[in-house]
């Protein structure tokens, strides 16, 4: 599956071969910080296979790692007290669902320039509470079908961020999958001379704030009608819908 780490490498303005690094500006809040991008090097001994892995670096006591602290006050926090109280675990700290907050990275028409917009906790708090009596065809008919000049079920400024990123996510999935159903493998490109393709969420956006790509299919607009009005359930384990008894369908991974 196509991790968010691939989908932010395809919407690179440059090329980056693996230990390569450069030099950006990430625009946060109105104010212009420092960063290097960089490819990182990956054993191809071990992992043949593995996607490129692109990190974005910054002094731990730069300017940007303060409103990065402040910004996200309950992440910093977590990790800080996980250090304390595990001061012998040098992996990664694994923040809890519940608790994480993000950071958007948008590209610009400037190649070294990134926008940059934060979604608290409170952000996503929110969001959830205002979202809870929503159905997920409605906002999923929203993240395919509608404009970003015409919300109308997510009205306030931190909703619309949130709905942006997921748009952009689902956007470039289409693109990755050459707007082809992960079911069916049909697309209209063909016959009809159009692209088109609805993004549908494993598990409701709208209940459990998901929008990681392992999250989202690419579907023709039967299937993904057919999904919600059958209640057909997925098998994470073998990738499959099932619909009833007797109709079971894969999922397309390629």
């Known amino acids: 599956?196509?991790?968010?780490?691939?989908?932010?490498?395809?919407?690179?303005?440059?090329?980056?071969?693996q230990g390569e690094k450069r030099k950006i500006k990430i625009i946060l809040e109105g104010d212009e910080f420092d960063a290097r991008i960089t490819n990182m090097i990956i054993d191809t001994s071990i992992y043949p296979d593995h996607c490129d892995i692109v990190r974005i670096q910054y002094p731990k006591n730069g300017k940007l790692a303060e409103k990065l602290q402040g910004l996200f006050y309950n992440t910093y926090q977590y990790c800080l007290n996980e250090r304390k109280t595990k001061p012998g675990n040098k992996g990664k700290t694994v923040v809890p669902e519940e608790i994480k907050e993000y950071l958007v990275l948008y590209t610009t028409t400037m190649e070294d320039m990134f926008l940059?917009?934060?979604?608290?906790?409170?952000d996503t708090q929110e969001f959830k509470q205002e979202t809870s009596q929503i159905n997920e065809n409605d906002y999923e008919n929203e993240i395919n079908n509608m404009k970003d000049d015409n919300a109308t079920i997510i009205q306030k400024q931190m909703n619309v961020k949130?709905?942006?990123?997921?748009?952009?996510?689902?956007?470039?999935?289409?693109?990755?999958?050459n707007y082809r159903c992960q079911i069916c493998g049909?697309?209209?490109?063909?016959?009809?001379?159009?692209?088109?393709?609805?993004?549908?969420?494993?598990?409701?956006?709208?209940?459990?704030?998901?929008?990681?790509?392992?999250?989202?299919?690419i579907l023709c607009p039967n299937h993904h009608r057919i999904i919600h009005k059958a209640g057909a359930e997925y098998d994470k384990v073998n990738k499959v819908y099932q619909f009833n008894k007797?109709?079971?369908?894969?999922?397309?991974?390629?």
Do not use: W
């Open 1 to 17: 599956m196509h991790s968010q780490q691939q989908i932010f490498f395809s919407t690179l303005q440059f090329e980056l071969k």
């Open 116 to 122: 940059a917009e934060a979604i608290s906790l409170e």
């Open 162 to 177: 949130i709905r942006k990123m997921d748009r952009k996510i689902c956007q470039r999935l289409k693109e990755i999958y």
């Open 186 to 217: 049909y697309g209209f490109r063909e016959k009809y001379g159009v692209d088109y393709a609805e993004a549908h969420h494993i598990i409701p956006f709208v209940q459990s704030m998901n929008n990681n790509p392992e999250n989202i299919l």
């Open 246 to 254: 007797k109709v079971i369908e894969g999922i397309n991974y390629g």
